[in-house]
Nanobody, 130 residues
Framework: EVQLQAYGGGLVQAGGSLRLSCAAS????????IAWFRQAPGKEREGVSC????????YYADSVKGRFTISKDNAKKTVYLQMNNLKPEDTAVYYC???????????????????????WGRGTQVTVSS
Protein backbone atom coordinates (compact mmCIF):
# COMPACT_ATOMS: atom_id res chain seq x y z
CA GLU A 1 0.00 0.00 0.00
CA VAL A 2 1.42 3.36 -1.05
CA GLN A 3 1.58 5.78 1.84
CA LEU A 4 2.91 9.31 2.06
CA GLN A 5 3.28 11.41 5.16
CA ALA A 6 4.29 15.05 5.03
CA TYR A 7 5.62 16.90 8.03
CA GLY A 8 7.81 19.81 8.98
CA GLY A 9 5.44 22.72 8.49
CA GLY A 10 5.14 25.54 10.94
CA LEU A 11 5.08 29.27 11.51
CA VAL A 12 8.06 31.29 10.34
CA GLN A 13 8.82 34.93 9.70
CA ALA A 14 9.37 36.23 6.20
CA GLY A 15 12.92 35.52 5.12
CA GLY A 16 13.12 32.42 7.25
CA SER A 17 13.49 28.77 6.30
CA LEU A 18 11.69 25.49 6.78
CA ARG A 19 12.37 21.97 5.60
CA LEU A 20 9.46 19.76 4.75
CA SER A 21 9.80 16.00 4.70
CA CYS A 22 7.70 13.43 2.89
CA ALA A 23 8.08 9.91 4.24
CA ALA A 24 7.15 7.32 1.64
CA SER A 25 6.36 3.63 1.91
CA UNK A 26 4.89 0.86 -0.18
CA UNK A 27 6.64 1.60 -3.44
CA UNK A 28 10.02 1.90 -5.14
CA UNK A 29 10.86 5.58 -5.14
CA UNK A 30 12.84 5.58 -8.38
CA UNK A 31 9.75 4.41 -10.30
CA UNK A 32 7.66 7.34 -9.14
CA UNK A 33 7.59 11.07 -9.60
CA ILE A 34 7.26 12.59 -6.15
CA ALA A 35 6.02 16.14 -5.94
CA TRP A 36 5.08 18.89 -3.56
CA PHE A 37 1.88 20.81 -4.12
CA ARG A 38 0.40 23.60 -2.07
CA GLN A 39 -2.99 25.16 -1.66
CA ALA A 40 -3.72 28.50 -0.07
CA PRO A 41 -7.21 29.47 1.10
CA GLY A 42 -9.37 30.48 -1.83
CA LYS A 43 -6.75 29.49 -4.39
CA GLU A 44 -6.24 26.56 -6.69
CA ARG A 45 -3.76 23.88 -5.85
CA GLU A 46 -0.32 24.69 -7.25
CA GLY A 47 2.49 22.36 -8.20
CA VAL A 48 5.59 23.55 -6.37
CA SER A 49 8.33 21.05 -7.12
CA CYS A 50 8.85 17.51 -8.34
CA UNK A 51 11.68 15.00 -8.47
CA UNK A 52 11.83 11.79 -10.45
CA UNK A 53 14.42 9.06 -10.54
CA UNK A 54 17.40 11.27 -9.92
CA UNK A 55 18.35 14.84 -9.44
CA UNK A 56 18.60 15.43 -13.19
CA UNK A 57 14.83 15.25 -13.37
CA UNK A 58 13.56 18.10 -11.24
CA TYR A 59 10.84 20.68 -11.65
CA TYR A 60 10.27 23.96 -9.82
CA ALA A 61 7.44 26.40 -10.22
CA ASP A 62 8.66 29.82 -11.27
CA SER A 63 7.41 31.25 -7.98
CA VAL A 64 9.89 29.19 -5.95
CA LYS A 65 12.92 28.89 -8.23
CA GLY A 66 16.09 29.92 -6.46
CA ARG A 67 14.46 29.64 -3.03
CA PHE A 68 13.27 26.04 -2.75
CA THR A 69 15.31 22.88 -3.22
CA ILE A 70 13.89 19.39 -3.57
CA SER A 71 15.95 16.32 -2.79
CA LYS A 72 15.44 12.71 -1.84
CA ASP A 73 17.11 10.04 0.23
CA ASN A 74 16.22 6.63 -1.15
CA ALA A 75 17.69 4.85 1.86
CA LYS A 76 15.38 6.77 4.17
CA LYS A 77 12.55 6.75 1.61
CA THR A 78 12.09 10.44 2.18
CA VAL A 79 11.76 13.44 -0.10
CA TYR A 80 12.68 16.84 1.26
CA LEU A 81 11.70 20.36 0.33
CA GLN A 82 14.10 22.94 1.68
CA MET A 83 12.39 26.30 1.64
CA ASN A 84 14.54 29.40 2.08
CA ASN A 85 13.75 33.10 1.96
CA LEU A 86 10.11 32.35 2.64
CA LYS A 87 7.52 34.95 1.73
CA PRO A 88 4.00 35.51 3.04
CA GLU A 89 2.65 34.31 -0.31
CA ASP A 90 4.21 30.91 0.41
CA THR A 91 1.61 30.42 3.14
CA ALA A 92 -0.42 27.33 2.28
CA VAL A 93 -1.05 23.72 3.13
CA TYR A 94 1.70 21.68 1.50
CA TYR A 95 1.05 18.18 0.23
CA CYS A 96 3.36 15.54 -1.11
CA UNK A 97 2.14 13.27 -3.87
CA UNK A 98 3.47 10.34 -5.88
CA UNK A 99 2.73 9.01 -9.32
CA UNK A 100 4.09 6.04 -11.23
CA UNK A 101 5.47 7.41 -14.48
CA UNK A 102 8.28 7.13 -16.98
CA UNK A 103 8.06 10.79 -17.83
CA UNK A 104 10.49 13.36 -16.51
CA UNK A 105 9.50 15.54 -13.58
CA UNK A 106 8.98 18.50 -15.91
CA UNK A 107 6.76 16.55 -18.29
CA UNK A 108 4.68 15.08 -15.49
CA UNK A 109 4.09 18.41 -13.82
CA UNK A 110 2.95 19.99 -17.09
CA UNK A 111 -0.14 17.78 -17.04
CA UNK A 112 -0.61 17.53 -13.29
CA UNK A 113 -3.74 19.69 -13.31
CA UNK A 114 -5.48 17.58 -15.95
CA UNK A 115 -4.08 14.29 -14.67
CA UNK A 116 -3.71 14.44 -10.89
CA UNK A 117 -1.11 12.38 -9.12
CA UNK A 118 -2.36 9.00 -7.93
CA UNK A 119 -1.26 9.08 -4.30
CA TRP A 120 -1.45 11.90 -1.78
CA GLY A 121 -0.40 12.41 1.78
CA ARG A 122 -2.01 14.62 4.36
CA GLY A 123 -0.95 18.20 4.19
CA THR A 124 1.26 20.18 6.50
CA GLN A 125 0.57 23.85 7.17
CA VAL A 126 3.20 26.45 6.36
CA THR A 127 2.51 29.96 7.59
CA VAL A 128 4.85 32.84 6.79
CA SER A 129 4.29 36.04 8.72
CA SER A 130 5.29 39.42 7.37
Amino acid sequence: EVQLQAYGGGLVQAGGSLRLSCAASGFTMDDYAIAWFRQAPGKEREGVSCIHNNERSIYYADSVKGRFTISKDNAKKTVYLQMNNLKPEDTAVYYCAADYTEWTAQERMKIARLSPFDYWGRGTQVTVSS
